[in-house]
């Protein structure tokens, strides 16, 4: 390990708050810009993820709808089957709801 003498330190540090000067002054980096930054990310964050939270209600809504559909139409075309295993004769509106 190698000793720094404390001048050498002391122009380090004034060179590096200089550095950080000129970045705030060039408006790169500022406690402001970087508060303004977090919140941006945050706020795209936030409609993002309700924006993804829509969709998969919108989502669910619609398979449960589907499920119910495919339900109801299965239980009519084996309704009809029965009852023509049966020997009964569906009506021609009947028949139609059974095949749709």
């Known amino acids: ?12 540090e004034e060179r590096l ?6 970045q705030e002054v060039a408006g790169l980096v500022t406690p402001f810009t970087q508060r303004i ?8 964050a936030a409609a993002h993820q309700a924006e993804l939270e829509q969709m998969q209600s919108s989502y ?9 559909e495919l ?21 021609d509106e009947e028949s139609q709801r059974a095949r749709h």
């Open 71 to 91: 339900l109801e139409q299965s239980r009519a075309e084996i309704k009809a089957r029965l009852m023509a295993m049966a020997g009964y004769g569906l009506s």
């Open 1 to 12: 390990r190698q000793r720094v003498k404390e001048p050498l330190v002391q122009v380090c």
């Open 60 to 68: 669910e809504a619609r398979i449960r709808e589907l499920k119910q």
């Open 37 to 44: 930054e977090q919140q941006a990310q945050q706020a795209v």
């Open 17 to 22: 708050q200089a550095w950080r000067t000129l």
